[in-house]
């Protein structure tokens, strides 16, 4: 493909000397493979784009392919042999179809970094799968990835915890390992240490609405942790690895895999104080109201200064994540770092990419937040405070659930069942996540959520799935060619190179011509992803292969009798290269193709 696409690129540069050649995608495979649009070159020539189209489609010859004028567009349309040679090479060689090699750019991904003694909600699956397939994505197109998770296990909050846990659980329930009394019936699957921490959590915060001194007294055990009291210091240490543990379950769950686990807001606290004094040197700390110390960003448009030091001297959220980047440049000489965080906390990363250019420029362009909306209750924000928020593993279960009862239903006989509604129904709650534009805030609707039919995950992998069954019922080595060999913890699916069919016979018809065309928009909607740091692209791209392969299946006939060994192989060849594109799109996502459904 990319040959095809320099020998147009080659043509036009010498017919339109000194001119800028950018190419697009046509709207469909009809039209062509490549696109000129021919305003920019138009106008710098004073001629007109519609004339100049037809100008360059009468003179430009390219063996294997025809050129045609569409108003102001010069198209170039593969031959249907060709297109489907080129691209059959590229889906089913060494070379992982629209990958990129590596070339040292190194990239860091932060992502998922929830707060320690809370329970993952549905928010935390937007930071925690944005993250993961922004990370595979920039793996797969060459960088150099490092994955961090900030986990949140430093801060005031965990005054709140140990004075919750001193006033209510020391006592009679030392382990966390009994229900509370006064806790509501717990479900079965929530009788975990982490839930009962989270409840003590959620008890403070409504007795100190009706107690303002509990609030001191939280503050108080704050400030014991930061000196390093010991007790405070055991149960903080107790509290941790408690979270830990349930957030490792369900990473794993997930799929999801870090680079490090130990990089949390706590271990930036013996660097606190040198990060202070480095922006006392730089002369950007101000002393604020009451003896607080905060860095003034007026002059560079941000109204509200940052706070990096409270009166009272303890530390801050802010100050941490000074102390990281300043780490992560020393330890990574990155050239970008990707926080994927909640669009609440937008105004916080301004603050932060201006302090840390004000301390040295290298960080300008390298800082980038990746805000995502926040998902909210049809009855308005969730809140772990107030304890109205919808866990994810209840979203999860809920999704598997469904699916099990459509496939008990339609399927009864499937092999095992349980590993297949599972990926089923992650899949529709993680390619939701992917297909939904970052930005915007999600309306959390079970039916919306875990939506079974229409534009899903299910969707996809359901196409995957019945290719998988004609390669099967094809024999021969077709479906082991669709099945990766040992999977590493990588962007990309090990597929060994396949054969390519002897002669295209069978591939020129419109329904395969138009796969053909789909699978070869992979490649953009990679970079798209990459671009826009968004899997939509990726997600919409593979539900347009998905339904052209539906096409393609119900129109051409591939295990037909009556077609010639050609036929029937180059169709067989073009099932196999759709089910690897499929499977590779969807690995980039974060969501498991099985091989039958
Ligand atoms: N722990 C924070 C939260 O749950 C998110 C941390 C984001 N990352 C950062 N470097 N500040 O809201």
Same mark, same amino acid.
């Given at each position: ?37 021919? %305003? ?41 042999? &060709?297109?489907?040679?080129? /691209? /059959? ?21 932060? =992502? ?9 909600? +549905? ?41 919750? =846990? ?13 229900? $509370?009394?006064?806790?509501?019936? &717990? ?7 982490? =839930?009962?921490?989270?409840?003590? =959590? ?39 690895? +408690? ?21 949390? #807001? ?12 480095? /922006? ?18 007026? *002059? ?14 303890? !530390? ?10 300043? $780490? ?15 669009? *609440?906390?937008?105004?916080? $990363? ?32 969730? !809140? ?15 999704? &598997? ?30 390619? $939701? ?36 069954? &004609? ?23 090990? %597929? ?48 347009? +292969? ?48 099985? #091989?039958?459904?």
């Amino acid at each position: 493909m990319e040959r095809s696409r320099n020998s147009f690129q080659q043509a036009l540069a010498q017919a339109l000397p000194g001119q800028e050649i950018g190419l697009d995608r046509p709207r469909s495979g009809e039209l062509g493979d490549f696109a000129f649009p021919c %305003f920019r070159a138009a106008k710098a020539l004073g001629l007109n784009p519609q004339a100049l189209a037809r100008d360059l489609a009468a003179k430009i010859v390219i063996p294997g392919a025809e050129l045609a004028a569409a108003g102001p567009y010069l198209n170039l349309k593969l031959q249907p042999a &060709v297109r489907a040679r080129v /691209l /059959l090479e590229a889906l089913l060689g060494t070379v992982p179809f629209g990958s990129a090699p590596a070339h040292g750019e190194t990239v860091l991904v932060e =992502y998922s970094s929830p707060n320690i003694a809370k329970l993952f909600t +549905i928010g935390h699956l937007r930071s925690t799968m944005i993250g993961h397939s922004l990370a595979q994505v920039n793996r797969y197109l060459g960088c150099s990835v490092t994955r961090l998770n900030h986990l949140g296990d430093w801060g005031t909050q965990f005054g709140t915890l140990l004075a919750a =846990y001193k006033a209510w659980a020391e006592q009679d329930n030392p382990e966390l390992e009994q229900d $509370f009394p006064w806790a509501d019936e &717990v479900p079965e699957k929530l009788r975990t240490p982490l =839930y009962r921490l989270f409840q003590l =959590y959620v008890r403070f915060h409504a007795a100190e609405e009706s107690d303002p001194s509990l609030h001191d007294e939280a503050k108080a055990w704050f400030v014991r942790l930061e000196q390093g009291d010991p007790e405070a210091t055991r149960l903080w240490s107790w509290f941790r690895q +408690i979270s830990i543990r349930e957030f490792l379950r369900i990473y794993q769950r997930l799929g999801v895999a870090f680079d490090t686990l130990d990089q949390g #807001e706590a271990f930036y606290q013996d660097m606190l104080q040198p990060t202070l004094d480095l /922006l006392q040197h730089s002369g950007l700390l101000k002393e604020g109201d009451g003896g607080a110390m905060i860095i003034d960003l007026e *002059d560079v448009g941000i109204q509200t200064p940052s706070l990096v030091q409270k009166a009272d001297g303890s !530390s801050i959220y802010a100050t941490r994540d000074i102390a990281a980047a300043l $780490f992560r440049r020393d330890t990574w000489h990155f050239d970008r770092c990707v926080y994927v965080v909640g669009a *609440d906390q937008i105004l916080h $990363f301004k603050q932060l990419f201006a302090v840390m250019e004000k301390l040295d420029p290298w960080y300008r362009g390298r800082m980038l937040h990746t805000p995502f909306g926040m998902v909210s209750l049809p009855e308005g924000k969730m !809140s772990t405070r107030k304890g109205n928020v919808i866990f994810l593993e209840d979203v999860l279960d809920e999704a &598997v659930v469904r699916v099990r009862a459509i496939i008990e239903e339609k399927n009864p006989e499937l092999a095992d069942k349980a590993a297949v509604a599972e990926m089923l129904g992650m899949g529709a709650v993680v390619f $939701f996540n992917a297909l939904n534009d970052r930005v915007k805030p999600i309306t959390f609707t079970w039916d919306r959520v875990i939506a079974l039919d229409g534009d899903t995950g299910p969707y996809v992998q359901y196409a995957h799935a019945r290719i998988l069954s &004609v390669l099967r019922k094809a024999g021969g080595d077709w479906a082991n060619r669709a099945r990766p060999g040992a999977a590493a913890d990588s962007a990309v699916v090990p %597929f060994a190179a396949a054969p390519l069919p002897d002669s295209m016979e069978g591939l020129e018809d419109a329904p395969a011509q138009t796969l053909l065309f789909e699978l070869a928009g992979l490649p953009e909607a990679y970079r798209t992803m990459q671009r826009e740091n968004m899997g939509t692209a990726v997600a919409r791209q593979l539900l347009t +292969i998905a339904k052209a392969f539906s096409g393609f299946y119900t129109n051409c006939p591939i295990l037909w009798p009556e077609n010639s060994q050609a036929v029937r192989d180059s169709r067989l060849a073009l099932c196999l290269a759709t089910a690897r594109a499929l499977r590779q799109g969807l690995h980039i996502l974060g969501v498991q193709a099985p #091989e039958a459904m």
